[in-house]
């Protein structure tokens, strides 16, 4: 099976099988701009925005997800869940927050959809049923809106009905 | 975050991502004047660097630099505690896992930190508001969101699609008025259990709102009719037709509907597809009449529990021939076999039929289906103790598309009639046989033949 080089922003190179990459349009866009069709050429192909560590987590993702299908075009009428995301997904993204948040922005940057459909739920769940001193705590965010006797009269109305 | 302040020692904010701060709404000023004497530093519960200064937040271009006078106002660069990972995130990152986010956690994210209160209010999330609860002061909280989402464009929400709050119970009609006149972008709105609406709020929104498609008052009992307000009406030209051009509408359990008011609703509502009018009890074959005069593009129609209903009615049902996909005549006790020949003679095309209770259908009702309707896919003829095997052999050799299959408490069914449908609809996904005189083993039978088929059964001996 055909295979390609990618290097990591570190200078480490992956050697990958086409077949999992194929799927992210920076990739592809790559292999077109630099003319890369032929089999016998090796140079990598640099990634300088993927640091190693992450890369090497995108990869193992899109090799067990290699024969899904790209996630569906989204129904805007229906409501969005983020309830389903499979257990090895799971297990998979039982990380700390901070490669979590790497992960996203790697998948945003190699257009790897399914990864980052998964990745901004898994988030969005450790957002859910939290009020907000419990996210700020959760995610170590200050909060420097003003005080509240000056607070926003939108924001301090709404939570009364939330 | 923005910060409007600049000094020699001022500690500038700026946002990761300027440029993508056009694309968010400004968040509404939290405008203290600078020099307001009376403002000071560490008043309120936070004591963040950033609370001190009574600036504007999140501007969409960068504001002109003012000068701080207030003495007591320090702009110092305080060491910040370490940044919290993540901010890393760019703007279309942290708005993509907002998008998953119902309305009432958006509005506390909001109350997070600067940022997060920018990126609430992200007109690309808010094209729905979804609320639910039976004790949120729904009327309130409406008022309220459409005014923050109104800050831009004066008065109006264009974003605002689709408002679903079924199951509020506490909506009344200022609550509809408030999304009447300022959404006029409305597609969808969603009022189910809300049983203090009335007409009044009803035309309000469908006369303020053009683009209206899905309306769902189910539930609503005070609901009796669907028109334009007087003034709607006037405006209208005699071209437009007064027209209203909803698609989709459920009156299931507005059990006041009468036949008049069906009437009103079907000649300005031509334009209908879906119309569900489930336990509307008062409705008898004339309402039915003006409907199909007006409403020739109804593809599913439900009148389950409308008892008056009859043959007359589906004479007139039947008329809508082959747009007609999906039928509901559930619990219509005064249907016979006529009625269902004149909609299956002419509704060739249906896919789905729900006739549970209706008595009066007996084997050649179902033969003439069976022969007619060979696209049927879901058929319901529980509770239909005259129809037997000989029934359910028209439909096994005719119905090859059908999927699921009820036949509950249908007395003269027995395992064979059962048999030969498994032999033939190899498609069969649901079997309702509760209360069904079936052996064992013509249920085994079944689940051999048809290996995709959940069977529902009260024969403790089958498993």
Known sequence: MPSIKLQSSGGEIFEVDVEIVKQS????????????????????????????AIFKKVIQWRTHHKDNPPPPEVDEDKEKRTDDISLWDQEFLKVDQGTLFELILAANYLDFKGLLDVTCKSVANMVKRKTPEEICKTFNIKNDLPGTNKICLWTSKLILYF | MNCSVTGTSSQVLLDSDLSMRTLSTPSPALICPPNLPGFQNGRGSSTSSSSITGETVAMVHSPPPTRLTHPLIRLASRPQKEQASIDRLPDHSMVQIFSFLPTNQLCRCARVCRRWYNLAWDPRLWRTIRLTGETINVDRALKVLTRRLCQDTPNVCLMLETVTVSGCRRLTDRGLYTIAQCCPELRRLEVSGC?????????????????????DVSGCSKVTCISLTREASIKLSPLHGKQISIRYLDMTDCFVLEDEGLHTIAAHCTQLTHLYLRRCVRLT?????????????????SVSDCRFVSDFGLREIAKLESRLRYLSIAHCGRVTDVGIRYVAKYCSKLRYLNARGCEGITDHGVEYLAKNCTKLKSLDIGKCPLVSDTGLECLALNCFNLKRLSLKSCESITGQGLQIVAANCFDLQTLNVQDCEVSVEALRFVKRHCKRCVIEHTNPAFF
């Open chain 2, 285 to 301: 074959d004339e309402g039915l009449r003006y409907l199909v005069i007006y409403c020739a593009s109804i593809k599913e129609l």
């Open chain 1, 25 to 52: 349009l920076t990739i592809k866009t790559m292999l077109e701009d630099l003319g890369m069709h032929d089999e016998g050429d090796d140079d990598p192909i640099p990634l300088p925005n993927a640091n190693a």
């Open chain 2, 195 to 215: 049983y203090n609406i009335s007409n009044e709020a009803v035309f309000d929104v469908v006369s303020l709102c053009p683009n209206l498609e899905h309306l």
